[in-house]
C-alpha cells in the first residue's frame, strides 16, 4: 500500500479549512455577525411594537418625546402596525400624558428608507 501525498493537496486542504473557519467566525463570534442578530432583534421589536425594549430608551423634551428605532431600514419592510403599537404603548406606560399627535422621523433617500424614530407629542391629562 502506496500512500502518495502531495504538497499541493495539503496546502488546498489547509487554505479551505481556514476559509472555513473564517466563515464560522464570522457568523458566531465577530462583531458583524453580532450585529446582525442586533438588527433582526431590533427589527422585530418595531414591527411587532415591543415598547418595553424602547422604554429605557426614550428622551423627553418639554411636551415631546423621543423614542429611538436607531435608524432601521424600513425599505423592504412596513412598520406601521408596530409604530402605531410603540405609541399605545406610551400612552399605557404614561397615563399622567395624553398623546396628541405623532410622527415618524424618517429619512427617504434614492435606494433606502430609514426610520431614525418617533416624536410623540403629549400634554400632561386632566
Given at each position: 500500500m502506496d500512500i502518495?501525498?502531495?504538497l499541493r493537496g495539503v496546502v488546498v486542504t489547509l487554505v479551505i479549512l481556514a476559509l472555513l473557519a473564517g466563515v464560522i467566525?464570522?457568523?458566531t463570534t465577530c462583531p458583524i455577525g453580532q450585529r446582525n442578530r442586533y438588527l433582526d432583534h431590533l427589527e422585530a421589536a418595531v414591527k411587532y411594537g415591543d415598547y418595553q425594549y424602547f422604554a429605557t430608551k426614550i428622551e423627553t423634551y418639554g411636551n415631546r418625546s423621543f423614542v429611538p428605532l436607531y435608524d432601521v431600514d424600513s425599505t423592504h419592510t412596513s412598520y406601521s402596525k408596530g409604530i402605531g403599537r410603540l405609541v399605545q404603548g406610551f400612552g399605557k406606560a404614561h397615563?399622567?400624558?395624553?398623546?396628541v399627535?405623532?410622527?415618524?422621523?424618517r429619512y427617504d433617500g434614492r435606494q433606502r428608507s430609514i426610520i431614525h424614530g418617533?416624536?410623540?407629542d403629549h400634554h400632561v391629562s386632566k
Open positions: 502518495h501525498i502531495s467566525w464570522l457568523f397615563p399622567e400624558l395624553q398623546v399627535s405623532w410622527s415618524v422621523d418617533i416624536w410623540i
